[in-house]
């Protein structure tokens, strides 16, 4: 009988089959690392606007220090100096209780914005890997369509699950 005939007389409509299915996994793979890459794009902007940020705080620390100690010798033996003495004061509190909080908020909101973008690069990698795994699976898959070749068939699935399997643990991250 020869192999073409082990393979069956529906085996080239079953395989098409199995690359239709194995089609549609690579397009939910795509769109999945699409939109990771967006979100790594996104979360890297926010955080440089965020970083931006935590530098002119941090400025407007160090002019407020810079201030209040120019105001205390500044200050020191004249007539005003009580009024120099309130308004370093003043800056200081503005330290303690404004810009210093800012500075903690800022520095955590960094920290998680980064920790986003790096989790969204992840799932990137695994949904490109997972590309590849099902793009080479389709092509496999296909040439043991026209070879007539059930081996082949079975090595495409089996490459194209590997794909599947990385884009369930890109989706589990």
Excluded: C
Excluded at 42 to 62: C, F, P, V
Excluded at 71 to 86: K, Y
Excluded at 126 to 149: K, M, N, P, T
Aim: no cysteine.
């Amino acid at each position: 009988m020869g192999e073409e005939g082990d393979v069956g007389p529906h085996y080239g409509r079953n395989a098409a089959l199995v690359v239709a299915v194995m089609a549609a996994f690579l397009a939910v793979a795509t769109f999945l690392s699409n939109e990771a890459v967006k979100e790594v794009i996104t979360g890297e902007t926010h955080r440089a606007d965020t970083s931006a940020q935590l530098e002119n705080n941090l400025l407007k620390i160090d002019v407020a220090n810079g201030d209040a100690g120019l105001l205390r010798v500044l200050g020191a033996g004249s007539p005003q100096e009580h009024r120099a003495i309130a308004e370093a004061e003043q800056h200081e509190t503005r330290i303690d209780h404004e810009l210093k909080p800012t500075d903690a908020r800022l520095n955590a909101q960094t920290k998680t914005e980064e920790h986003e973008a790096d989790h969204a690069n992840t799932q990137h990698v695994d949904y490109e890997l997972a590309e590849v795994g099902l793009q080479v699976g389709i092509v496999i898959a296909s040439v043991s369509i026209i070879a007539r070749r059930r081996w082949l068939l079975g090595a495409g699935g089996s490459i194209a699950t590997a794909g599947v399997v990385l884009l369930l643990v890109g989706l589990a991250v």
